[in-house]
């Protein structure tokens, strides 16, 4: 089974500062790896993914997130943040191939402070 | 819109009444989850259909609750006898496999979110 560790439950930063949110996973077999945004009372919309190929990902909203297969990390960082940017921030984790049930961790709130 | 819709994006019922919550997945996608995320929490596994069947279910989905997807399409979740430990939010996501790749990304509904008083 896979597993998500995010530790900061919330990241209070100021407008324009960069901001890293961590994750951790466990995993015995290959993974795929998923960081999703959710603004209030709203659905989860993905942000970027790892499948495989260069370790950094680059995503929407200029996120990006850098695999650590040794360090088993996937840390989502943005070099400026918005006060549009203050939502939670969920990491998630499949096992590779075919079909496979997403296990998400327990989420970070950005809040972004003007 | 080509995203996944959910109907309805609010429930409120009482304790022991039924309830019942559509999902219309991106046309395209032949795979549809539903999730619960409780408050404070990230979304939990329910279960999955590929097309009309129902390949997987986890045990947080007891007797109580069942899930359809008659034609392949659209899904339904029920349930039955509804406690106050049911309140949460309640997400659909499908995907659909890439051709030649095992790529499989799952994209969210926006969410039902059930009260139960």
């Known amino acids: 089974a896979q597993s998500v560790t995010q530790l900061d439950s919330q990241v209070p930063v100021f407008e324009e500062a960069p901001v890293e949110l961590r994750c951790n996973y466990s995993?015995?077999?290959?993974?795929?790896l998923f960081w999703y945004v959710q603004y209030p009372n709203q659905g989860l919309q993905l942000l970027l993914k790892?499948?495989?190929?260069?370790?950094l990902v680059k995503g929407i909203n200029g996120f990006e997130a850098e695999f650590n297969k040794s360090q088993t990390s996937f840390h989502l960082r943005k070099p400026s943040v918005h006060i549009s940017d203050t939502a939670e921030y969920f990491c998630?984790?499949?096992?590779?191939?075919?079909?496979?049930?997403?296990?998400f961790g327990t989420g970070t709130k950005l809040q972004v402070i003007p | 819109d080509t995203g996944v819709s959910q109907d309805p994006r609010h429930k409120i019922t009482k304790r022991g009444q039924n309830v019942t919550f559509r999902c219309d997945p991106i046309?395209?996608?032949?795979?549809l989850y539903w999730y619960r995320q409780t408050l404070g929490q990230g979304p939990e596994f329910l279960t999955y259909?590929?097309?009309?069947?129902?390949?997987?279910k986890s045990r947080l989905l007891s007797d109580r609750f069942s899930a359809e997807r008659p034609k392949g399409s659209f899904s339904t979740l029920e349930i039955q006898r509804t406690e106050q430990g049911d309140s949460a939010m309640y997400l659909c996501?499908?995907?659909?496999?890439?051709?030649?790749?095992?790529?499989?990304?799952?994209?969210f509904g926006p969410g039902t979110r059930l009260t139960v008083l």
């Open positions: 996501a499908s995907s659909s496999r890439v051709a030649g790749t095992s790529t499989d990304t799952q994209y």
């Open positions: 995993s015995s077999v290959s993974v795929y």
């Open positions: 790892y499948l495989s190929g260069s370790t």
């Open positions: 998630a984790v499949t096992r590779s191939g075919g079909y496979q049930k997403v296990t």
């Open positions: 046309s395209e996608h032949n795979r």
């Open positions: 259909f590929q097309n009309e069947a129902q390949l997987e």
